[in-house]
């Protein structure tokens, strides 16, 4: 009896995922580090006072009626912030901490799951980041301003940084990201983070086109982008970690040779 719930219990356990605390710990610090002083103190050095990338298409365009009303904007632009920075990274830590638990494993593999996806969010964002600072695309909002105008908006040195999306490329990142890892630990419903996170993350971006931060083009790029950093992060680096040794066994077979193995 005490065999068989062992064996039970131990197939129901998380697989071990490949990681590095001294590898992982820190580059998620440096690219959060990173990302936090670009955003604040470097921002004023770093951004372009000019636009580089001006011109519009009528694709753009035309997504730019999604804009709210005057009085809509800002509610929209908050919302975004709301959703993408504290809505889904606390529902990432819940339905993570509920599969792990329901999986078997406790909270230290939740604390793995989470720096894991913290690490790929954080590279998504340090491209993202990157990207925004060299191309320097004009806001929509401050492309309907004028010249005398455009230096005076609420934050100038950001006038030209909407190419493209951190709010999807952020959203849309911890989603992929997080169920990435739920499948490879072997979670059974690790497809609920994808089910209820995608609305959510393609509701942020919406929102950002709503309030005018950003063209529709800057949305579907960060979009893509973050789901495919969200990925291929867990994919590469964390796969689970293969238990017993390989075993391959070379045979003949008809006219030729055979190569089985087993892993």
Known sequence: MIAALATVLLASAPAELAYDL????????TLGAWWLASETVLKRELAP???RWCATNGFDEAGRGLRAAPDGVKPARVTSDVLAFAVMPLGVLAADALLTWRAGGD???TLVDLLLVAEAVMVSQTVNQTVKLIVGR??????ALSPADKPLTDEPDDNNLSFYSAHASTAFSLVTAAATIARARGYRHWW?????GLPLAATTGVLRIVGDKH???DVLTGAALGSLVGFA???????PVHV?????ELSAAGSGFALTGRW
Do not use: I
Request: charged fraction near 20%; charge should be neutral.
């Open 233 to 239: 992060m867990p994919f590469l680096f964390h796969r």
């Open 22 to 29: 001294r590898v992982d710990v820190p580059l998620t610090a």
């Open 49 to 51: 006072a000019a636009c």
């Open 138 to 143: 004009e806001r929509p909002f401050v492309s």
């Open 107 to 109: 909270w230290r593999d």
């Open 215 to 217: 063209w529709v083009t």
């Open 192 to 196: 609920v983070v994808l089910a209820a």
């Open 244 to 248: 017993g040794p390989v075993e391959a």
